[in-house]
């Protein structure tokens, strides 16, 4: 039982540093409920599976040094679907070889057609509900793709809102992934991202969707600001 409580104390930590990019042992302590003993135990194991890495910052410019950690390469793909790997030399093989076959034109309709088929299977699966209805159904159809995926709210100040625009604005919200079920496709093919996005604004047509976050930037995460577009008003 001890080592099951390990075990799943190192895939919180895993989850945690993949979802914020980086945190102490003290910020780790006080989020898994963990002493601080336990945490930097479990974080030592971690880097000596080089899962996680450290880097040493002096806070104030005075006092010991204190260690921040973040995923490891290895790490992130630790949190991979299974056998995302192998799947994934296989498809970015696949594509390599259709490219060559058909020319550049007929690989772009191709790519386009399998978008638009994916677009038209996630709207049926969507629904047409309330904003935040569809874009929960929407991160749960990418959670069973293999995207660790979740979505909040945009929390607006009042104060910083006309009051016209007050109630347009609060039909927001961030939509986030912070893996990538096809990064390896993604790293040789960028102009899938492309279609991504634009898969995500077909099912979404009363929005507006920008991409926030990008992985293939280097970034931690895949973000999109989902937001309601204003109706116009005939009165």
Not at 33 to 43: E, N, W
Not at 46 to 59: N, T
Not at 87 to 112: P, W
Not at 127 to 145: D, I, M, T
Request: glycine residues 6%.
């Amino acid at each position: 039982m001890a080592t099951t409580h390990q075990s799943s104390t190192k895939q919180d930590i895993l989850e945690y540093l993949l979802k914020h990019s980086q945190a102490t042992a003290f910020e780790l302590s006080e989020v898994l409920d963990v002493s601080p003993q336990a945490i930097r135990r479990h974080l030592k194991d971690l880097e000596a599976e080089e899962l996680v890495l450290y880097s040493s910052i002096v806070q104030g410019g005075m006092g010991r040094p204190q260690h921040v950690y973040q995923l490891s390469r290895q790490g992130r793909d630790r949190l991979q679907p299974p056998s995302g790997d192998r799947y994934g030399e296989f498809a970015v093989s696949l594509l390599d070889t259709l490219a060559e076959t058909v020319g550049h034109d007929q690989f772009k309709s191709i790519l386009q057609k399998q978008w638009e088929r994916k677009a038209q299977e996630y709207c049926d699966r969507v629904g047409k509900g309330s904003l935040r209805e569809r874009v929960e159904n929407l991160v749960e159809l990418r959670k069973a793709e293999g995207f660790m995926a979740e979505y909040h709210a945009v929390d607006l100040d009042d104060s910083s809102v006309g009051e016209s625009l007050g109630d347009t604005l609060r039909d927001r919200f961030i939509f986030m992934e912070h893996n990538c079920a096809i990064s390896n496709v993604a790293e040789s093919f960028p102009t899938i991202c492309g279609h991504e996005l634009e898969m995500f604004a077909a099912i979404l047509p009363d929005c507006t969707v920008e991409r926030t976050h990008w992985i293939i930037n280097g970034e931690h995460r895949c973000g999109y600001l989902v937001q309601a577009r204003k109706q116009k008003s005939y009165e």
